[in-house]
């Protein structure tokens, strides 16, 4: 009886575990098709080609237009000098973490950035508008601090701590022999962190900073705040611009359900899924070639 | 045996899907008002002194901007929508699809006010400069006889009431079939705060908002007609003598004909004293 009821037990566990798993597999499927049904029927009203590289966003004007083309470049120009400012800095502070900082350090410093990725968005947003913009303005001698340059600087900070902490694991989990070996042979400590360590553990930091950039890509509130908004083709990072994040965030409120401009969010939302499947995709690429 | 867990979890996410689309119908004690940025602050006020004479009845107000009241509204989610632009016709028309006549109450009046860095020398524009500043056509402010340097235009989404009725009535001056747009380097902000707060520490910014939101740290500009007419400033008596050129109904919409809890309260909001109310936070009541 006793040993039926412990295999019962493991059985109940087993499926539980298994449930939760695919949950998350049928959730994601779910919200795919939704985006999908809600979202298509304006790629057939408008067509992929005039959404994808209209120059207009001008949703609630008679007759609408639907470009996304200043969106979509907007969301990478942010994106990329996010990436640009977080990633080398983010690096360097995971191999002086788990390299060169003195333990008491160590310590202080990841309980630092354990902190920094618990400020929630809107106060980052709220900070980069009060005090970053004023300040990029007078640097620049720009006519305003609301601009993309704004939001990067922002966003850096937010996917800093992804990036640190994700990097500093696996720069730590990179086995003690293999730096044993390159002392014994008699490389420098520097020599050590950067031909050997940084190297071995190159795959992990790669998906360190995919997390990152997929988060600085999905932000919202913060960009929305600082970034101005203003739906053109940026010609500068010292300019305005509006994210597709934030045109959603901004607008869904708004729309009504059925109408274009509600459809047009979804298949916003479908590009924002696309951009995200494939920064994930090359992460997935590159990180398998690596451990070839 | 898998196939069958999936089928499981697909309908529990389709339950979810399903109970989360009930609508939910407000308590008949309490009402939900939603709407207008504008509005925002005088539903407030008014649910607070309503609150007071009536403790039995709770009253709930949230901003998002005029088309998020109407799409809540519609979808039967607040009681009362707060509005400060006029009904579309495809937003009647939807609202007698699902079974009801919008009704608009007018509650009290707004001025919009132009305004700009106390320290622009700039103090007064007509509407034809307005419309050229924000459809970009001046982008300097020496064209409108200020220091020389680039305008900065700041506007509010495209969700708020003040943002299509300014397109409407400043920028298209009315005409009903008029193509005019905001410049498309227009700096759309998502609140009048944020505008407050960009005009406030930027001299070459441009923006407009209620004339309830200006503080010493903005200047509001004179506005005429044309440039024989004359300059009039944002204020209640001069929107109540209608020679402030840019002013506008703010409204109440509701499901037909207002009935129970949501009656009294416009009741309450349309007497001497929520009347009172609206020209506290410096609005221009509807009954003087």
């Known amino acids: 009886m006793k040993p039926n009821l412990r295999r019962l037990k493991e059985k109940v566990i087993e499926k539980a575990i298994s449930l939760s798993g695919v949950i998350s597999i049928v959730f994601v499927l779910l919200i795919f098709l939704f985006l999908l049904r809600e979202g298509l029927a304006l790629f057939?009203?408008?067509?992929?080609?005039?959404?994808?590289?209209?120059?207009?966003?001008?949703?609630?004007?008679?007759?609408?237009?639907?470009?996304?083309?200043?969106?979509?470049?907007?969301?990478?120009?942010?994106?990329?000098?996010?990436?640009?400012?977080?990633?080398?800095?983010?690096?360097?502070?995971?191999?002086?973490?788990?390299?060169?900082?003195?333990?008491?350090?160590?310590?202080?410093?990841?309980?630092?950035?354990?902190?920094?990725?618990?400020?929630?968005?809107?106060?980052?947003g709220f900070i980069g508008m009060i005090t970053l913009g004023p300040w990029l303005k007078n640097l620049f001698g720009i006519?305003?601090?609301?601009?993309?340059?704004?939001?990067?600087?922002?966003?850096?900070?937010?996917?800093?701590?992804?990036?640190?902490?994700?990097?500093?694991?696996?720069?730590?989990?990179?086995?003690?022999?293999?730096?044993?070996?390159?002392?014994?042979?008699?490389?420098?400590?520097?020599?050590?962190?950067?031909?050997?360590?940084?190297?071995?553990?190159?795959?992990?930091?790669?998906a360190a900073v995919m997390l990152g950039i997929g988060r600085v890509i999905g932000e919202t509130m913060a960009v929305m705040m600082v970034t101005g908004n203003a739906a053109r083709i940026p010609r500068s990072i010292l300019e305005p611009v509006r994210t597709l994040t934030a045109t959603v965030a901004a607008e869904m409120g708004e729309t009504v359900q059925g109408g274009s401009h509600y459809a047009a969010l979804f298949a916003i939302g479908i590009v924002l899924f696309v951009i995200t499947f494939i920064i994930n995709g090359v992460a997935d690429y590159a990180l398998h070639r690596s451990q070839h | 045996?898998?196939?069958?867990?999936?089928?499981?979890?697909?309908?529990?996410?389709?339950?979810?899907?399903?109970?989360?689309?009930?609508?939910?119908?407000?308590?008949?004690?309490?009402?939900?008002?939603?709407g207008s940025d504008t509005m925002v602050n005088l539903g407030q006020a008014w649910a607070e002194a309503f609150m007071k004479i009536e403790p039995k009845i709770s009253v709930a107000v949230t901003g998002g901007?005029?088309?998020?009241?109407?799409?809540?509204?519609?979808?039967?989610?607040?009681?009362?929508?707060?509005?400060?632009?006029?009904?579309?016709?495809?937003?009647?028309?939807?609202?007698?699809?699902?079974?009801?006549?919008?009704?608009?109450?007018?509650?009290?009046?707004?001025?919009?006010?132009?305004?700009?860095?106390?320290?622009n020398p700039v103090s007064r524009l007509t509407l034809g400069q307005l419309?050229?500043?924000?459809t970009g056509s001046i982008r300097d402010w020496k064209d409108v006889g200020g220091t020389p340097g680039p305008i900065v235009v700041l506007s509010r989404e495209v969700n708020s009431g003040t943002h299509v009725y300014f397109k409407e009535h400043v920028l298209r001056r009315g005409k009903v079939d008029g193509k005019e747009e905001f410049a498309p380097d227009a700096l759309l902000l998502p609140s009048s705060q944020a505008i407050a707060d960009e005009v406030a520490q930027n001299p070459a910014a441009i923006g407009y908002y209620g004339m309830g939101y200006v503080t010493s740290k903005q200047k509001a500009v004179a506005v005429a007609l044309d440039a024989a007419a004359p300059y009039v400033e944002p204020t209640i008596a001069n929107v109540l003598a209608k020679t402030y050129p840019i002013s506008?109904?703010?409204?109440?919409?509701?499901?037909?004909?207002?009935?129970?809890?949501?009656?009294?309260?416009?009741?309450?909001?349309?007497?001497?004293?929520?009347?009172?109310?609206?020209?506290?936070?410096?609005?221009?009541?509807?009954?003087?």
């Open chain 2, 65 to 119: 901007g005029s088309g998020t009241g109407i799409a809540s509204l519609l979808a039967k989610t607040c009681d009362i929508a707060e509005c400060s632009r006029e009904l579309k016709a495809e937003e009647i028309a939807l609202g007698k699809q699902k079974g009801f006549e919008p009704r608009q109450i007018i509650v009290a009046l707004d001025g919009l006010a132009v305004i700009v860095h106390p320290a």
């Open chain 1, 143 to 206: 006519p305003t601090g609301l601009t993309a340059l704004t939001g990067s600087v922002t966003l850096a900070f937010m996917a800093m701590p992804t990036i640190v902490s994700i990097a500093e694991d696996a720069i730590t989990a990179v086995p003690r022999q293999y730096r044993e070996a390159a002392i014994a042979m008699g490389a420098t400590k520097w020599q050590t962190t950067w031909r050997i360590v940084a190297r071995a553990a190159r795959p992990g930091m790669l």
């Open chain 2, 248 to 288: 506008r109904p703010l409204l109440f919409v509701t499901h037909g004909q207002p009935q129970g809890p949501v009656d009294r309260f416009i009741d309450f909001v349309l007497s001497p004293e929520g009347q009172k109310i609206v020209s506290r936070l410096d609005f221009v009541p509807v009954k003087p």
């Open chain 2, 1 to 34: 045996m898998n196939v069958k867990m999936i089928v499981y979890v697909m309908m529990l996410g389709f339950a979810i899907a399903a109970g989360g689309c009930s609508r939910k119908q407000s308590a008949a004690n309490s009402l939900q008002i939603k």
């Open chain 2, 131 to 134: 419309a050229q500043i924000f």
């Open chain 1, 44 to 124: 057939r009203k408008e067509g992929v080609f005039a959404f994808l590289f209209g120059k207009n966003w001008y949703p609630i004007s008679e007759p609408p237009q639907f470009g996304i083309l200043p969106l979509v470049l907007g969301s990478l120009l942010v994106t990329g000098g996010a990436a640009l400012i977080s990633v080398p800095i983010g690096i360097a502070a995971a191999l002086f973490i788990a390299e060169i900082a003195p333990p008491r350090l160590r310590e202080i410093m990841k309980v630092g950035i354990e902190l920094l990725a618990a400020i929630p968005s809107v106060v980052i």
